[in-house]
């Protein structure tokens, strides 16, 4: 029996969608990454109970950290994205979190900026609170070790294809490095959106980009681009439909990005029928209702939908665009200042 509800949120239904298809699905998946980095603070004496941990967040982070806040008696100030609904920020503020959001604006740069200068500002101003650094901090890795054994448990022995959003490049990196670890054959796909610095799509863009949480405008130490096989660059028309498709098929109901990544997950298994492909559902639908779902009745036919294979960047276009990446680099855009790295471990350290 879990003696807290961030430990029941921190591991996820496997289902199996088809013979070769298995969804990991979470309600809400970073609660796995925050408990696991708080309980590693805690015990390397970094804080204690009573301190309070500051970061910035998109929504899934915010309620994560919350929640590993409240089971651990410390507190929380979230410096709030716009795409934070009044949902979320009431769950936060009874949960006994400190939420700041930030004033309206359709630019993503502009509010991811505007965040990381304020959560700085309160670190000057109050410097025994703790930055969590959500983007670029490692231990956030950590948290996804139980789940690769769980992975590896119900499906050890098959090559995989693993299939998920990139944000801040600790899911997606942290289950490949842990099941390449175990010898598993392991090919990871990361899914982007458009106008996103991490893997060179900010070129891009997308008039109705809201899949919040998968892409950046500024650059995430926490990406590992060298761990990454092959990149689905999806729009949100795109996303919609993968999202109607797996709500349709199989009853899932995912936010956006894991609509988006429910069409990379497709086409994989269709290009490679020698692999079992994992598809990552980070979170439900249900922020998504007014502002995607809704529109169900006029969304593309994910049926109809193929990706444009590219060989450069410069060819992305427009709804979903696929390149093999091969384990390149970082694009200049998307490189990160060391001071940025962790604190509390190196990658190798903190991570493995």
């Given amino acids: 029996m879990d003696e807290h509800i961030s430990e029941t949120l921190s591991r996820p239904a496997l289902i199996r969608l088809d013979d070769r298809t298995t969804c990991v699905r979470f309600e809400t998946m970073k609660v796995a990454s925050a408990l696991a980095a708080v309980r590693h603070l805690l015990h390397r004496g970094v804080i204690a109970p009573g301190d309070t941990l500051v970061d910035s967040s998109s929504g899934i982070y915010a309620h994560a950290l919350a929640l590993a806040c409240h089971r651990h008696g410390l507190r929380c100030h979230i410096v709030a994205s716009t795409t934070v609904d009044i949902t979320l920020r009431t769950q936060l503020e009874i949960l006994g979190a400190t939420v700041e959001p930030m004033p309206p604006t359709a630019n993503l740069k502009l509010d991811q900026d505007r965040r990381v200068a304020r959560v700085q500002e309160i670190l000057r101003a109050k410097p025994r609170h703790h930055w969590m650094r959500q983007y670029h901090d490692d231990i956030h890795y950590l948290g996804y070790r139980p789940i690769a054994t769980l992975i590896r448990r119900e499906l050890d022995g098959q090559p995989l294809t693993m299939v998920g959003g990139v944000g801040t ?35 891009v863009r997308d008039p109705e980009i809201i899949i919040a949480g998968i892409g950046s405008a500024i650059p ?133």
Avoid: C
Wanted: glycine letters at 6%.
């Fill in 220 to 352: 995430f130490a926490n990406v590992r681009h060298t761990l990454y096989d092959t990149l689905h660059w999806i729009g949100f028309d795109a996303a919609l439909a993968g999202s109607i498709a797996l709500l349709r098929d199989h009853a899932v109901f995912a936010g956006l990005s894991t609509g988006a990544a429910y069409l990379a997950a497709r086409f994989e298994r269709r290009a490679d029928p020698r692999r079992h492909v994992v598809l990552l559902a980070p979170d439900t639908g249900h922020r998504y209702v007014d502002a995607a779902y809704t529109r169900h009745a006029q969304a593309l036919t994910a049926h109809d939908l193929q990706p444009h294979q590219i060989t450069e960047l410069a060819e992305m276009r427009l709804p979903w665009s696929r390149m093999n990446w091969n384990a390149a680099p970082a694009p200049t855009a998307a490189t990160t200042e060391p001071a940025l790295r962790s604190a509390s471990g190196s990658a190798a350290t903190g991570a493995r």
């Fill in 169 to 203: 490049g600790a899911s997606t990196g942290a289950l490949a490095t842990y099941l390449r670890d175990a010898t598993l054959d392991v090919s990871l796909v990361g899914v982007q959106p458009f106008d996103s610095v991490t893997f060179g799509s900010d070129h």
